[in-house]
């Protein structure tokens, strides 16, 4: 899974990655900022055909939070202590797209997004958009996208 946040010229301002390696072993990176993590919590277990994937970020404090099935996996507030150098040129600059890289994330089947004070996604939600024919779509502060995935943890092809 992967997503990228970017700026009004689609310059990429960081990104997301979360790779499924097995059915028990999940990887995470936060792109210019970290190398693959593996995931201090383990995935909730799930009855469901699919997962439900929450990723904010708040720029304002630079902090991202990733949970799963409303289970937090990553709560990481992004610095000079927790990031490789460099971070910076991307992560601060303004998001005001978020966008999926159709070539690396297999694993990605809709999404919905949430704003402070609205709504949030639910599985009958109808706001539900289908990855596979969006590329993109605009944000603003306060933001939150919700995805999608097959639950078997396997990349789709």
């Not at 590329?135 to 990349?155: E, H, Q």
Request: some cysteine.
């Amino acid at each position: 899974m992967t997503i990228l946040f970017s700026g009004n010229e689609y310059y990429e301002a960081g990104n997301v990655k979360i790779w499924f390696e097995t059915t028990s072993i999940t990887l995470y990176q936060l792109g210019t900022c970290t190398s693959w993590k593996t995931l201090d919590t383990d995935l909730p277990r799930t009855e469901k055909s699919h997962r439900l994937w929450r990723i904010s970020y708040k720029q304002q404090t630079q902090n991202i939070k990733i949970s799963c099935d409303d289970v937090l996996l990553v709560d990481i507030t992004l610095s000079d202590d927790t990031c490789d150098s460099g971070w910076k040129t991307r992560w601060e600059r303004d998001v005001e797209y978020v966008m999926f890289h159709e070539g690396s994330d297999k694993a990605s089947e809709q999404y919905c997004t949430e704003e402070l004070q609205k709504d949030q996604c639910t599985e009958l939600n109808s706001e539900w958009q289908n990855i596979k024919t969006t590329t993109g779509f605009p944000v603003s502060a306060g933001t939150v996208v919700m995805v999608t995935c097959d639950s078997s943890n396997k990349l789709i092809s």
